[in-house]
């Protein structure tokens, strides 16, 4: 969490739903982290693909929300909502490579055309005569 600043974090904690009684009922150890993409280190590309690859985890506000609920532990489910935002980040951070387009050559054109041809007439042969 070294690149992550600690002032565009949010912390919330809830309660996690399902089978575990009455320890389960009284504490909430479910976490839900909020990352503020305007108050983070990142640059305008990197805040974008961010944004983009959040999908519908991103807000309205430009927050970030994630959520952890996997451990009975609530700081075992605070590890593991910053490793899922550090992934997210990393992977943000990766430029994707741009797709150069290229035409088809000659030969291929040709090639198809010639494959085109060839079903064509053999499609053409099965017909019946017309007499």
């Known amino acids: 969490m070294a690149d992550i600043p600690e ?4 912390w919330a904690y809830l309660r996690a739903g399902g089978p575990g009684g009455q ?13 503020t993409v305007s108050l983070g280190n990142l640059s305008p590309e990197v805040a974008e693909r961010l944004k983009k690859l959040a999908g519908k985890r991103l807000t309205g506000s430009g927050e970030i929300v994630i959520e952890s609920r996997e451990y009975r532990s609530r700081l075992m489910n605070m ?3 910053v490793r899922k935002l550090e992934e997210l980040v990393a992977q943000a951070v ?24 060839q079903q064509s007439e053999k499609k053409a042969g099965r017909r019946k005569p017309i007499v």
């Open 7 to 10: 002032a565009a974090l949010s």
């Open 23 to 35: 320890h389960q009922n009284k504490t909430e150890t479910a976490v839900q982290l909020r990352y």
């Open 79 to 81: 590890h593991a909502a």
């Open 94 to 117: 990766v430029e994707p490579k741009r797709r150069k387009p290229v035409r088809p050559t000659r030969a291929s054109r040709e090639k198809r055309l010639a494959a085109k041809k």
